[in-house]
Each structure stands twice: as structure tokens, then as C-alpha cells.
């Protein structure tokens, strides 16, 4: 049974860091070849993608990110991470966590969430200007 947890949310100002982490645990081996990524959903709004990366370490960004958010996964500790710097008030939201199911590679960096078959449960990013 695949289970990712996050944690690293909290309050900050607007100009803020932030680093988000995300243990896996479950696979068979480690998470080199999972799809992984990052999402978002801020009350009344969809989830939307903010940053993934594969096997190779390619990454994506959503527009309203690049530059400020880096994605990176440590493979011998099965986490993930997001840093966040240079916060807005409009990145406050809830942040999720995402992972592929397939263990064996990953080619693709797009975030669609269907390509997530894993989720963790969230944790909660507020921005204050």
C-alpha cells in the first residue's frame, strides 16, 4: 500500500520560503522510477498542477511558479520536495503531493493529475501580505 505524507506547511509572509517535503513509502523499490509531483487547490477553485518531475530529473513548472518553486526528490529517502520562495498571498492553498503508479521509469513531467494515481492528504500553505 502506496502512502505519501507531507508536511512543511504553515503561515508565512508574503516574500516568504517554505520547503514542503513528501516521504513515500510502499513501493517496491524506491521512488527513482515514480511520476511525482506537486498540487494545489485554494478554497472554490480546482486542483491545479504546480510542478512535476521524472525518472531523469526533467521538471515542469506551472506559469504562476517558475522561478520562485524548485521540485527535487531525494531517491535514497523516498521524499520529495517543493521549495517555495518569494511567496505570494496567491499561493495560498492546500498542497498535495502526487505520485504514478507505475515504480519502473517515468518519461513525463506534464500535470495532468490523472497521471497521479497516488495522493497524500495535504498540507496547508497560507501566504499573509
Known amino acids: 500500500q502506496v502512502q505519501l505524507v507531507e508536511s512543511g506547511g504553515g503561515s508565512v509572509q508574503a516574500g516568504g520560503s517554505l520547503r514542503l517535503s513528501c516521504a513515500a513509502s510502499?513501493?517496491?523499490?524506491?521512488?527513482?522510477?515514480?511520476?511525482m509531483g506537486w498540487f494545489r487547490q485554494a478554497p472554490g477553485q480546482e486542483r491545479e498542477g504546480v510542478a512535476a518531475?521524472?525518472?531523469?530529473?526533467?521538471?515542469n513548472y506551472a506559469d504562476s511558479v517558475k522561478g520562485r518553486f524548485t521540485i527535487s526528490k531525494d531517491n535514497a529517502k523516498n521524499t520529495l520536495y517543493l521549495q517555495m520562495n518569494s511567496l505570494k498571498p496567491e499561493d495560498t492553498a492546500m498542497y498535495y503531493c502526487?505520485?504514478?503508479?507505475?515504480?519502473?521509469?517515468?518519461?513525463?513531467?506534464?500535470?495532468?493529475?490523472?497521471?497521479?494515481?497516488?495522493w497524500g492528504q495535504g498540507t496547508q500553505v497560507t501566504v499573509s501580505s
Open positions: 502526487a505520485a504514478g503508479r507505475a515504480p519502473w521509469y517515468c518519461g513525463s513531467t506534464d500535470l495532468s493529475s490523472g497521471r497521479f494515481g497516488f
Open positions: 510502499g513501493y517496491e523499490r524506491s521512488i527513482y522510477g515514480v511520476c
Open positions: 518531475i521524472d525518472t531523469a530529473g526533467r521538471t
